[in-house]
């Protein structure tokens, strides 16, 4: 452990402990990646100032997204296989933030389900939803959320059509594992990994199998998935899920500022500037070159959050001196729980925290909330 410095040291070991088709689901964009890549890179074009001989003592991360607390303003992203990463994947991250104190969203497609996750953490966390064609699937997963006393809604508005990924098509992607030799071979090699799942009942996708009709088994789950991403989602669809749901309620997935525009008008609690993490429209801007316009129109009514290319505490402190109040980890936090499980995500949380606090010193400030546009150099 004590040679792990950086997210990057963290996913050169989950590279060597997951099964090549799950580490691929997580590391790949859509089409040619240059939307994933851009999400990482542009963050480099930014520069902090540097200021000296300021008092530094006294420092807090502290902050709140959506009026709730956070020990720092970095939520773990919702993230679809959780469970494949690394056996009971969702359960064991969502206590490593519970204890670390910061939000969990627990992904629609996620292999532990809303009770399972619930059943193993004492303070809520977020659950994401995708609306899907079977209406009265989509109404008992937020009757769910509910009952298991989430205590915010993320409402993802991004994948009606789903973005193509070469690696998944090539290595075949289902959850379990379809046991072809390839597969065989590569996961022979990964004991942790599999005698992980072969200690664990949580092997698919447990807020659908069971849940959803006609989706009774691995087989039949497989062509509901990809019939049901639903084309004809629209902006009137917001309000009946706020009503149903009747919480705080944070829309995923805008990178245009009209799309920002109309997402204030629904009486939202927040947004996120997100393009999935690269994963659905190849081309599309970065996360982080679309938020300061985003910010500027529509910050003074609605809170904004930001994803995507976070690798560092120095990226969240660039996101939030560009306006987001809040930001979130998919694949940093992934890679933590494929390399080592639950440690591995406080892990990921830990190099970033200690990131932030050293730049926030360096950067002459002592609360993270007074990181502002200032603080950059432009
Ligand atoms: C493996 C993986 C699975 C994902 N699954 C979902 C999902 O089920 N729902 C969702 O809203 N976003 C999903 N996302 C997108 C993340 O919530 C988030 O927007 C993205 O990971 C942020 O970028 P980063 O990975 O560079 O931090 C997924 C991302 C990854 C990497």
């Known amino acids: 452990m004590s040679d792990i410095l950086t997210i990057a040291d963290l996913k050169d070991l989950a590279r060597r402990r997951v099964p090549k088709m799950f580490f691929d689901y997580a590391d790949s964009g859509a089409w040619t990646e240059s939307t994933y ?25 502290e902050s709140t997204m959506i009026g709730q607390k956070v020990s720092m303003p970095v939520a773990l992203a919702p993230t ?10 969702e359960m064991l991250a969502a206590q490593a933030a519970e204890e670390f104190g910061v939000p969990f969203t627990l992904s629609t497609m996620s292999i532990c389900s809303i009770e399972d996750v619930a059943s193993v953490t004492k303070k809520p966390f977020w659950f ?30 991004d994948l009606q059509v789903l973005g193509q990924r ?22 022979a090699v990964r004991p942790g990994w599999w005698m992980g799942m072969a200690g664990t009942k949580r092997r698919t996708f447990r807020n659908i199998v069971g849940h959803a009709k006609g989706v009774g088994d691995v ?51 927040a947004i996120i500037v997100s393009n999935h993490g690269g994963r659905q429209l190849d081309g599309a801007s970065s996360s982080i070159m679309a938020l300061e316009e985003i910010a500027d129109a529509v910050g003074d009514r609605i809170e904004v959050h930001m994803d995507g290319g976070i690798r560092s505490g120095q990226d969240v402190l660039k996101a939030l001196c560009l306006g987001a109040k809040g930001t979130y980890i998919g694949r ?5 729980l494929g390399a080592l499980g639950k440690e591995g995500v406080t892990k990921a949380l830990e190099i970033i925290r200690k990131e932030m606090d050293i730049t926030l010193a360096l950067c002459g400030k002592r609360l993270v909330t007074d990181m502002g546009r200032d603080q950059l150099r432009r």
């Open 219 to 269: 087989a039949s789950l497989s062509s509901w998935t990809t019939e049901q991403f639903d084309p004809h989602l629209s902006w009137k669809d917001v309000a009946w899920i706020k009503e149903r749901w009747g919480g705080k309620l944070i829309l995923k997935g805008i990178l245009d500022k009209e799309d920002a525009l109309l997402a204030a008008n629904t009486g939202a609690d």
């Open 80 to 89: 679809g296989l959780t469970g494949m990463q690394h056996a009971d994947g």
């Open 37 to 61: 890549r851009a999400n990482e890179e542009d963050f480099q074009k930014i520069k902090f100032r540097q200021r000296v001989l300021v008092d530094m003592s006294n420092r807090s991360l």
């Open 332 to 336: 940093p936090f992934l890679y933590g």
């Open 166 to 187: 070469h690696k998944d098509v090539r290595n075949g992607l289902s959850a379990p594992p379809k046991m072809t030799l390839a597969n065989i071979a590569n996961i």
């Open 128 to 157: 994401q939803l995708y609306v899907l064609r079977d209406k009265d699937f989509v109404l008992n997963l937020i009757d769910r959320a509910k009952a298991a006393k989430c205590s915010a809604l993320v409402l993802t508005l």
